[in-house]
Each structure stands twice: as structure tokens, then as C-alpha cells.
């Protein structure tokens, strides 16, 4: 982490803790970092899942980042950073009746289904409002990407429908009225950190796309091969190698698109483009011995970023961590790092070497910029989300206020049922 600490203490100081603090330069420079790895005929589409706030998809918007979303609001925040219906697609394995139709009547550029009940529900939904409506069948194929800590496909999983039935099936989605099928979509795992891996899951996916083009003899306009590519959060894991991932991916993807000119390839990115361009930032509250270990008590923890409390997994391995308000020349010190839940669990840094830390002290997590708020129970102990600032070309802007005691309990409505109970037993 090369970052300027007095100017994070003082965003921390000054918008509060906990709190998310995203480096917009470098979010862009990972988005180009992607981009510059492929050909030019491959789109990015940046998965707000992993990050939605409205202006970080408003920056990579401005350099030309597609969207994909997984909810209406998701698409909402899309469109209102700027993205336009063309360049959206729309996935997810429950997708409402409501938000259908929504993304019907915008005519994003692919409604990826992820089955046959929900392809019936699209047919019947562009007829009622007297539309083709452009779909990709989502596939969930008989391989399954090496190096993915989760594996999306390849095993039973909700997503898509399975390689099998659908290359079988596959003319009856072509028929089916109301519907122009441009293509197939796969995803297959994430946070994958061999080049290979991404290269033999992609060749695999093209391969699929020729073998259901040339059964059905069928023309497609597109093929989403996922993407997956990955951060190394913890010590024992080294970067993605960008070079060998062009080196790799340029022949591949330049051989299928001499093939297949007009079809659109896209690639889907998030944690690659927003994980190492967001800091997670809590302020030491407490600081006490148990049982012979040292802990700091802050005031964000698995409730703000459950990925750095290492909740799901397995092995819990500290993200990069540092008190960055002490002085540089300090010494270390082992200490266990709490969050303020009353869970045994809410531990976001084991054994961790920290300067030496008092209380108001500032800490900061790294490669916290992808599935931070997104994925975590912000209303655990009902403390709420974290405010969320940006950090662009050395200016510092609000871009999300942290969610306040009134801002949760107005969601919330008494009723006074003890009273009513009260009533009838009288
Ligand atoms: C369909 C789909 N697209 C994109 C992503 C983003 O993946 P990543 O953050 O690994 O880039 C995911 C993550 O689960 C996904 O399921």
C-alpha cells in the first residue's frame, strides 16, 4: 500500500470512522490496466456488485467502462452515472417481475437469462408491452475455472442452465417468440490470479460458442466470457500477470473475432478494477489484554467489510493493514484487531504487526475497494452503513453519507402489539 497517510488521517478526521476512502486515480488506472491488456474489440463491463457507488461508476463510465448489473437498482445506478441502455446487461438467478419489465422497456443491450421458466417470463412480458426484447442464455458449463476460491460453474449452482440441456435445447430458445437470443454468457469463478486459468476458461467458452453456432446454425452477435481476474489480498499471493495475461488473451481473443467480426465480446470485471483502489478506515476505540493478547477495539469491523473479517472463508488471512497515524520511525507490535460486534468472530486482523497503537488511532485496511459495504450486514448491532468518500486528483468528496440512528430506526415501524393483546384478553 503506497498511499499519503496524513492526508487519509485527516479524510478519516474529517468525514469520520468508520469509513470507505477510494482512490480514484487508481481505480482508473486498473480499469486501464484491463483494457490495455485486450484487444480493442473486447468490452469491459464493470460489475457494480462489487462497488455501486453511483460516482465511482460515474468515473469509469467517463473512461468508457460497459456496466453489468444484478438488480434494478444496480441498473438505476447505471443509468444515472451515465451508462446507456446499449451498453448494460442484466443478470441474476431471481430476477423480479418488476425489474423485467423495466429492463425490457429500457432495451438493454442483454437480459442474460439464467433459465428456461425465466426466458418464458421475457418472451411473455416483451409480448404484453410488443417488443423483441435482446437475451444471452446464461450457461453454467461442464468446466470449471482452476484457481477460483469459488467456483461459480462447473458443479450445481443456481446459475445459468447446464452446458448439456442447453446446447440440447438450444433451438427451442431460438424460437421462442419475442426474444432475439444474441449469445451465450458464462462466469465461472473470481478472484482468479493465473493468467492460464483465465485463458483456458475463455478458450473453453469460445469453443462452446462455436459448437452451439455450428449445431444450430445460428448467427450470434455476442459472447460475455466472464472474467474473474483476480487481487492477492494476502502475503502468500502474487499479482496477476498482466503481461502474460495479454500475451495469452490478444492471440484468443484476435482468432475468434477474425472468425466472428461482428460478434461483441465481453469480459466482466470488479474486484481487478475497484479492490485495490479503496481503503477500509476505523479508529482504535479501545485497547485492552486478554488471555495474553492485545487487542485494538475499532469502530468498524465484519458489520462494514465481512471480506476482511474473512467471513465464508475457511482460512482466515489478514488483508494489508496499517496504523497510519503513528510515527513512521515506531515499533511494532502483534495485535489482534476487533471490530465493535458482539461476535467472536468480528476479528479483521489476526496476529497482525501494527505499529505501536493508541487509543484514536487511525487504521486502515488495503484492497478494500471491492465487495466492502456491497457484501457486508451493515445493519448488524444496527450501527449502518459507512459514510463513503473519493479521493480524486488529490481533492476528497462525500459520496456517501454513513447511515445514521434515524436514517435506520425511520425504516422501522412500532406497532404496539402487547397493547392490542392487552385489549382483547380485558
Ligand atoms: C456474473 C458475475 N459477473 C461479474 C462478477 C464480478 O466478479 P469479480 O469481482 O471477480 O470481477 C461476478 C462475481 O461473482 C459475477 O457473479
Known amino acids: 500500500m503506497k498511499i499519503d497517510n496524513a492526508a487519509i488521517v485527516s479524510i478519516a478526521r474529517e468525514y469520520g470512522t468508520p469509513s470507505y476512502i477510494y482512490d480514484g486515480d487508481q481505480l482508473i488506472k486498473n480499469y486501464k490496466n484491463l483494457v490495455n491488456a485486450l484487444p480493442k474489440f473486447v468490452d469491459v463491463f464493470y460489475a457494480l456488485k462489487v462497488n455501486p457507488n453511483v460516482s465511482l461508476v460515474r468515473l469509469l463510465r467517463n473512461n468508457g467502462a460497459c456496466t453489468e448489473v444484478c438488480s434494478i437498482t444496480e441498473m438505476e445506478i447505471a443509468l444515472k452515472a451515465g451508462s446507456i441502455p446499449e451498453d448494460i446487461i442484466y443478470l441474476g438467478p431471481c430476477k423480479k417481475d418488476y425489474e423485467l419489465k423495466r429492463a425490457i422497456s429500457l432495451n438493454i443491450y442483454a437480459i442474460v437469462v439464467e433459465s428456461e421458466i425465466e426466458l418464458e417470463r421475457v418472451s411473455n412480458f416483451s409480448k404484453e408491452l410488443n417488443v423483441t426484447t435482446n437475451v444471452a442464455i446464461r450457461i453454467n458449463p461442464d468446466f470449471s475455472a482452476e484457481g477460483s476460491p469459488w467456483k461459480m460453474g462447473g458443479r450445481p449452482t443456481h446459475f445459468g442452465i447446464e452446458e448439456q440441456r442447453a446446447v440440447q435445447n438450444f433451438q427451442k430458445y431460438l424460437d421462442t417468440p419475442n426474444v432475439n437470443v444474441k449469445g451465450i454468457h458464462v462466469y465461472n469463478g473470481t478472484n482468479i490470479l493465473e493468467a492460464t486459468s483465465v485463458y483456458e476458461n475463455t478458450k473453453y467458452i469460445l469453443e462452446l460458442y462455436d459448437k452451439i453456432v455450428e449445431k444450430y446454425n445460428c448467427k450470434f452477435t455476442m459472447v460475455d466470457v466472464g472474467g474473474g481476474m483476480g487481487i492477492p489480498y494476502f502475503t502468500n499471493q502474487n499479482p496477476l500477470d498482466i503481461t502474460e495475461f495479454k500475451e495469452l488473451m490478444v492471440p484468443l481473443f484476435s482468432k475468434f473475432h477474425e472468425k466472428h467480426p461482428e460478434t461483441r465480446i465481453i469480459m466482466e470485471s470488479g474486484r481487478f478494477i475497484a479492490g485495490t483502489a479503496g481503503y477500509f478506515a476505523v479508529t482504535v476505540n479501545n485497547i485492552k489484554e486478554n488471555h495474553g493478547k492485545t487487542f485494538l477495539v475499532t469502530d468498524g469491523g465484519t458489520n462494514c467489510h465481512s471480506a476482511a473479517a474473512g467471513s465464508g472463508r475457511v482460512v482466515k488471512r489478514n488483508f494489508p493493514m496499517q496504523n497510519i497515524s503513528a510515527p513512521s520511525n515506531a515499533m511494532k507490535q502483534i495485535y489482534q484487531v476487533s471490530?465493535?460486534?458482539?461476535?467472536?468472530?468480528?476479528?479483521?486482523?489476526?496476529?497482525?504487526?501494527?505499529?505501536?497503537?493508541?487509543?484514536?488511532?487511525?487504521?486502515?485496511?488495503?484492497?478494500?475497494?471491492?465487495?466492502?459495504?456491497?457484501?457486508?450486514?451493515?445493519?448488524?448491532?444496527?450501527?449502518?452503513?459507512?459514510?463513503?468518500?473519493?479521493?480524486?486528483?488529490?481533492?476528497?468528496?462525500?459520496?456517501?453519507?454513513?447511515?445514521?440512528?434515524?436514517?435506520?430506526?425511520?425504516?422501522?415501524?412500532?406497532?404496539?402489539?402487547?397493547?392490542?393483546?392487552?385489549?382483547?384478553?380485558?
Not at 361 to 387: C, E, K, Q, W
Open 339 to 426: 471490530g465493535p460486534l458482539c461476535s467472536p468472530d468480528d476479528i479483521v486482523g489476526r496476529n497482525m504487526e501494527l505499529k505501536e497503537t493508541k487509543v484514536s488511532d487511525v487504521l486502515l485496511v488495503g484492497f478494500s475497494g471491492a465487495y466492502g459495504p456491497s457484501s457486508s450486514p451493515g445493519l448488524f448491532h444496527s450501527h449502518g452503513f459507512p459514510a463513503e468518500v473519493l479521493m480524486y486528483e488529490k481533492k476528497s468528496y462525500l459520496i456517501r453519507k454513513g447511515d445514521t440512528t434515524s436514517d435506520i430506526m425511520n425504516k422501522q415501524i412500532m406497532v404496539d402489539v402487547k397493547h392490542q393483546d392487552e385489549l382483547i384478553l380485558n
